[in-house]
C-alpha cells in the first residue's frame, strides 16, 4: 500500500484491519470510475492554470501526466489494485511519482468528494445515455415486429385466462410504446443529473475564484450545480434517480421474458426463440431451455436491490458523511446489470419465431362473446342485455369465427383494428432523436 495522501509524517501507525474495512472494495469499484476520474482532473487542473494557481508549465506537466496515465489505465500498464486507497488517491500518487512536486499540487481547490462526486456523475451520464440507446433498440425491434405482424391472430389474455382473440401486433406494440416511455424517463433523468458538482469541495466551496463554469462545460454539463452542500446532499438521490430509470426497463423486460417464458412451452406454442438464446440440459438430451430469458426476467431484482440498498444508506443529515461511500457499489452493480441484460434484446425480438398455426388454433369459440354482446350494443341493445345474451349462448355449439374479422372490428384507437403504430412510430423516432440515436436516422 502506498502511502495515504492524508497520512501525516508523525510515524504514527496505520491499523491494516482499520483501513481495510475503511476503504472496503473501493480500489475495485473505482475501476469503473477511473477514467472519468482522470478526466475531469485534468479539466480542473486547466480551470485551476486559468484562475493563476498553476502556471502553463506545471498546467501541460500535469495534463500530459494524466494523459499518460489514462493510456497506461486503458492498456493495462496501469493497475488500480490494493497498492491505492482508491483511485482518487491513485491519480495524485501517479503524478507526483511522475512529475514531481508539482503533482502535489493537482488537488488545490477540492476534495476527494469532489473527485467521487463528478466522476460518479459523468458516469451516470454515460450509463444512461446507453440506457436511452438500448431502451430505443428495443423499441424499435419491438415495433418492427408489430408492424410485419400486425394481424397475426393470437390468443388475448386476463388472468392468464383465454379472454379475446387478439395480434401480434398489439402484443409487439404495446412494449414499443412502454420502451418509447422507458426512452423518454431516462432523458429526463440524465437532464436532471446534468450538473457538475466539482469546485464545490467538502461542500462549503473553497476560498478561490474557481473557474466552475469552464470547468462544467469543458467536462461536458450542461450546467454547474450551484450549491455546495447539495452537490453532497444529491449523492445517491442522483443515483436513486438513474436506477429507478433503469428499473422501469427492466420491469418492462421482465414482462416480456414472462410472456415468452409461457408463449414458448409446449402447453402454448406460439413462440419460438432464437437457438442461441437457449441452452441444453446437462442430463436430458431433449431440452431446449430458455434459460436467457429467464435470467432476464430475474435481473430485474438487481436493480431493485440496489434501490433499496441506497435508499437504506441515505438516512442521513446534511452534509457529507463517510455512508455515501457505500452508495457507489449499488449504483455500478445495478447499472451495470441492467444495461448487459437490455443489450441482448433487441436482437431477441428481432429473432422471434411467431407459430400462425399454433396461435390459430388456441383461439376457441366462446372467445367471441364479447365482439357478439358489442355488435348487439351498436344495434341498440342495452349493453348489460347483451351481455348476458351472449354469456348465455356459450355452451351452443358452432364453428370458430374467422379471427381476422373480429381484430378488423376492434376498431376504437389502439385496438387490433386500428394498432395507430404510425403514432408509436413518430412519438419513438422524435424521442431517439433528441436522444441522438442513430436509429432515428433510419
Known sequence: MSKY???????????????????????????????????????????????????????????????ELLAEFRSGAFVLDDRYEDGHSAIEIYLTSKVGEVGEKVHTGRSRNDQVAVASRLYLKDALERLQSACAHIAFACLEQAEANAGLAMPGYTHLQRAVPSSVGLWMGGFAEAFTDNLGFSAGVRRLVDCSPLGTAAGYGVNLPLDRDGVAEELGFERIQVNPMYAQNSRGKFEIMALQAAHHAMQDTRRLAWD???????????????????????????????????????????????????????????????????????MIRGLGTSLQALSIVPALVQGLEFRADRMSSAISADMFATDLALQQASQGVPFRQAYLEAKGKLEAPGA???????????????????????????????????????????
Open 400 to 442: 370458430v369465427p374467422d379471427p381476422a374479422a373480429s381484430l378488423a372490428a376492434r376498431v376504437s384507437p389502439g385496438g387490433c383494428g386500428d394498432l395507430a403504430l404510425d403514432r408509436i412510430r413518430a412519438r419513438l423516432e422524435r424521442q431517439s432523436a433528441l436522444a441522438g440515436d442513430s436509429r432515428a436516422a433510419d
Open 260 to 330: 415468452l417464458s409461457l408463449f414458448t412451452t409446449e402447453e402454448f406454442g406460439f413462440v419460438r426463440l432464437p437457438r442461441r438464446y437457449t441452452t441444453g440440459s446437462s442430463i436430458m438430451p431433449n431440452k431446449a431451455n430458455p434459460d436467457v430469458v429467464e435470467l432476464l426476467r430475474g435481473r430485474c431484482a438487481t436493480v431493485e436491490a440496489a434501490i433499496t440498498e441506497i435508499n437504506s444508506v441515505l438516512s442521513l443529515p446534511s452534509g457529507y458523511q463517510r455512508d455515501l461511500q457505500l452508495t457507489k457499489a449499488p
Open 5 to 67: 495522501v492524508w497520512q501525516a509524517d508523525d510515524g504514527s501507525a496505520i491499523d491494516k484491519a482499520i483501513m481495510d474495512f475503511l476503504a472496503g472494495e473501493d480500489v475495485i469499484l473505482d475501476r469503473e470510475l477511473f477514467a472519468f476520474d482522470v478526466r475531469a482532473t485534468a479539466a480542473h487542473v486547466r480551470g485551476l492554470a486559468r484562475i493563476g494557481i498553476l502556471s502553463d508549465e506545471e498546467c501541460r506537466a500535469l495534463v500530459d501526466g494524466l494523459d
